[in-house]
């Protein structure tokens, strides 16, 4: 889709791009400054011509910024069909939505539309199960005892006066991590610009389910919570639901603020954990476990420098390959800076061979071999805007490749 420009019902500019695309665009200074806060999803640039060059940074949604002059909505298409990429989506948040019926939407609905839908019948499915409850440990100041009193905090505190009474105790109830997660995330799609009359109006009966829940906020990191058998119901919407609470959070650069409201993707994540989970999948029969951005390992011997493979593959408790994702088209030899990078991977982890994955393009005839260092790398291409059953062989294919590699 080439850019595009218009307003909304209430008269807001609206700009239009693919993923990737850019456009030449006459805009006020107001709207310019609205743009340069958010650059995390669009580049803007002066253009001889005295307009504006605003080029997309691989991110698809729609989302509403600014006010007043400065006010744009701001809608950025996937270069993929809808469906596909909200497999993807799913499949990166541990929801293989292909298999489970949650992909019904048309080509024409925006990605925004499709993930809220597609939540929205995924947390109804796991509600209707019931609420989940659990205990959450609290300390608080009571006219009557209730667990057990703590008493140096009621000497300290209350100069020995009866009540009120320190005490602490385990609650049963439903203001816990997983409720709260899901909670956020049907509260945020519910407002957010270009969701269906039919999918709020889900969203927000399935949010009045979750009474005395606290709900968790974008900007904030969520709460922490562990997959158990209590919950593995509440597992694939809690974590499709992370997926939204961190496509509502947009980072701004400089003053004065800038009202956001939306929801966005950065493919480039979505790519690589849509990656991480389908080799974490098919890697396993060849007996091979992958372990996603470990942050503990050291590229120097003296331990000052990190880095975070975005997949480290294990036989046996070893390390014996690693996979860097790359959502980028690949036409020709990789880039050579992608090269250094998974040598200095390999280097540091004592491995002979590495796998590049791009997200479309041409692989290459063969692999590198790396002159002086016996390490081979690897360039492969799994094309997203493959229909699903195709990228799933491809897939296979790619993970066959691998663990042909992935040897201790």
Known sequence: MSAATGTTATGVPVLELTETSSAVLPLTPAQVATLAAVPELVAVTPDRSGRWRVAGRQRVGTVRLGAGDGALELRLHPKIPVGHLLGLVGYAGGVP????????????????AA???????????????????????????????????????????????????????????????????????????RSVPGVTAATAALLRHLAARLVGVVPARPGVPPPSWRATRFNERYAPALRLAELVLAGSSLRQAGRPAVRIDGFVLDLAQVFERFLTARLRDLLTPYGVRCEAQQGSHRLDRGGRVRFRPDVIAHRRGRPVTVVDAKYQVLEGDPPAGHLFQLISYCTALGLDHGHLVYAAGRAPAGPYRITGSGITVTAHVLDLGLPPDRLDREARELAERIAFTATP
Do not use: K
Not at 97 to 112: C, D, F, M, S, Y
């Open 115 to 189: 993930v809220a839908d597609a939540f929205a019948r995924l947390a109804e499915q796991t509600l209707n199960g019931g609420v989940l409850h659990g205990y959450v440990h609290r300390e608080e100041a009571l006219t009557v005892v209730r667990g057990r009193v703590r008493t140096g905090a009621q000497l300290g505190r209350r100069l020995g006066m009866p009540v009120p009474l320190e005490v602490a105790f385990d609650d049963h109830t439903a203001d816990i991590a997983e409720n709260r997660i899901l909670l956020g995330a049907l509260e945020r799609l």
């Open 97 to 112: 939505v292909w298999r489970r019926g949650l992909v019904e939407v048309a080509e024409a609905e925006t990605l925004v």
